[in-house]
T-cell receptor
Framework: ETGVTQSPTHLIKTRGQQVTLRCSSQ?????VSWYQQALGQGPQFIFQ???????GRGNFPPRFSGLQFPNYSSELNVNALELDDSALYLC?????????????FGPGTRLTVT | AQSVTQPDIHITVSEGASLELRCNYS??????LFWYVQSPGQGLQLLLK??????LVQGIKGFEAEFKRSQSSFNLRKPSVHWSDAAEYFC????????????FGAGTILRVKS
């Protein structure tokens, strides 16, 4: 069974640029959630995708957007990067269609905005 | 509003000693409760979960947690800590009514002294 994978591992961007982060869900999972973890804090929910549709969103501005593909992998896009966007971005997959609420996390992408 | 409180930012215990990490939640719906562990620079690993039924749940690595509805608590325990348990621990709450998003506490950093 393949776990959740994320790419890239690390990324350095300049303020104002755009970034795309990628996530492959665990085998058999149909739901992907994205979280932002700032240094010294717990993860904050950004949004969730289920069957290629956004299925809930946290308190993040519209410049945070996402996609889910037919194979259930997902992308997180952030436009007009700000310094405060520097964080660890975590992807989690789950089997919502199967009634499971356990979320399994990938290793994360460390984004640094300078 | 949903919230999770982990009152202890840091805890230091001696190897072989018992451990209890505290978690209190405020949630408007019947909660699902989780404990995750995060090693430096890593993603989150699920330790254990509570959905319903027996309020004492067993997890991996010898951890257990007890759900106390009257106290809105879900404390994590381990009878004998090993040096490899040093990490950051996060309590998280979810609910079907809130679309399966997880709300995390700020985390507790566990240090183990030999």
């Amino acid at each position: 069974e393949t776990g959740v994978t994320q790419s890239p591992t690390h990324l350095i961007k300049t303020r104002g640029q755009q970034v795309t982060l990628r996530c492959s869900s665990q085998s058999g999972h149909n739901t992907v959630s994205w979280y932002q973890q700032a240094l010294g804090q717990g993860p904050q929910f950004i949004f969730q995708y289920y069957r290629e549709e956004e299925n809930g969103r946290g308190n993040f501005p519209p410049r945070f957007s996402g996609l889910q593909f037919p194979n259930y992998s997902s992308e997180l896009n952030v436009n007009a990067l700000e310094l405060d966007d520097s964080a660890l971005y975590l992807c989690a997959s789950s089997d919502l269609a199967g009634g499971s609420y356990e979320q399994y996390f990938g290793p994360g992408t460390r984004l640094t905005v300078t | 509003a949903q919230s999770v409180t982990q009152p202890d930012i840091h805890i230091t215990v001696s190897e072989g000693a018992s451990l209890e990490l505290r978690c209190n939640y405020s949630y408007g719906a019947t909660p699902y409760l989780f404990w995750y562990v995060q090693s430096p620079g890593q993603g989150l690993q699920l330790l254990l979960k509570y959905f319903s039924g027996d309020t004492l749940v067993q997890g991996i690595k010898g951890f257990e947690a007890e759900f106390k509805r009257s106290q809105s608590s879900f404390n994590l325990r381990k009878p004998s800590v090993h040096w490899s348990d040093a990490a950051e621990y996060f309590c998280a709450v979810g609910a079907r009514e809130y679309g399966n998003k997880l709300v995390f506490g700020a985390g507790t950093i566990l240090r183990v002294k030999s």
